[in-house]
């Protein structure tokens, strides 16, 4: 249910509404917007102990609104604004498009360094590079853990870029929050409701893959998970490619995510080619069509020498590859009026 305030509402009358909707037994989260505030009331019982009529009446208050989606605070109907995230300097979600990139996993200091110095000649903002990785076998590679942020920190302190890196679990929250300046949720862990719930009081926004056999209604109901009790609206959405029956690329890449989620949510999108496509020879295409379509950025993997990575060999674009696309990305995002 949404609660739409009037143009002139005060403050006291909007206190009212909440204090009336606590009493019900219900939650709720504000929505300041340029316009309206608007209140998403929460809640198991909504059915049984919200009474339109009854909030309808109070002073200040517009109109109620059902919402019939099972997720709420990701969605347009609760903030009709595009959600720019601030961090660092850097917002995504705005008019610029952000590219991110790094190896897939960090291998070792002089690795991430290289990378490090690559990302930011490429015009990136943001560095990624895993170091808790979740493998499907139990023998691979599963990161240099805390070493592996250390060193992902340090890099990226050196060339000024931002750290994006990955989360597996609630009891390393406070590891990794202390380390990166977004968490990544990976797409196993979409649908990890504890691990969603947690990051709610992380103060550290939190990039949100899409599990490869999801559909778009229940990633957003995963954004729910985290933006709920969050004060700020701090997911960015990742778009990584879907199971399906072709077995030409890794994943397929569901570029129509792009549009489907700015229509239907206020939260940034980014894309990753490289999980969609799982060969670098496809990377490109993918990622220039990420843009065009109007993604809000990239995250892409790369390799000094992607022959030899301990992960993700096959997709890791080369530094030559990835510094020539960089190149092709700053023109499309240009052809549609954004700056890269
Ligand atoms: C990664 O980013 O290296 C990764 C493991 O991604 P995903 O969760 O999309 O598979
Ligand atoms: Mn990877």
Known sequence: MIIEMGTTATAKQIEMVTREIKAVGLDFQINEGRERTIIAVLGAD??????????????????????????????????????????????????DVVLMAGPCSVEGESQIFRCAEVVKKAGGKILRGGAFKPRTSPYSFRGL?????????????????????????VGSIKLVADYADILQVGARNMQNYDLLEALNSC????????GPSAE?????????YIL??????????????????????????????VPVAKRLSHLPIVIDPSHAAGNFRYVPALAKAAIAAGADGIIVEIHPEPKRALSDGA??????????????????????GRDM
């Open 145 to 169: 853990k805390e070493q592996g942020l250390h060193f992902l920190r340090r890099a990226a302190d050196q060339f000024g870029l931002l750290v994006v890196t990955e989360i597996m679990s």
């Open 315 to 336: 997709q890791s674009l080369t530094f030559s590859d990835f510094a020539r696309l960089s190149e092709e990305l700053k023109v499309i995002a240009s052809a549609i």
């Open 228 to 257: 709920n009790g969050s004060d700020t609206p701090n997911v960015i959405l990742c778009e990584r490619g879907m199971k399906t029956f072709e077995r030409s690329t890794r994943y397929t890449l569901d570029i129509a995510a």
């Open 46 to 95: 909504i059915k049984k102990t919200f009474d339109p009529q009854k909030f309808k009446a109070l002073p200040g208050v517009e109109d109620i609104i059902p919402i019939s989606k099972p997720y709420k605070l990701a969605s347009r109907d609760f903030k009709s604004e595009d959600t720019v995230i601030k961090i660092g300097g850097i917002e995504i979600g705005g008019k």
């Open 203 to 210: 103060k550290k926004p939190v990039l949100l893959k899409r």
């Open 216 to 224: 778009i209604e229940e990633w957003f109901c995963a954004a729910d």
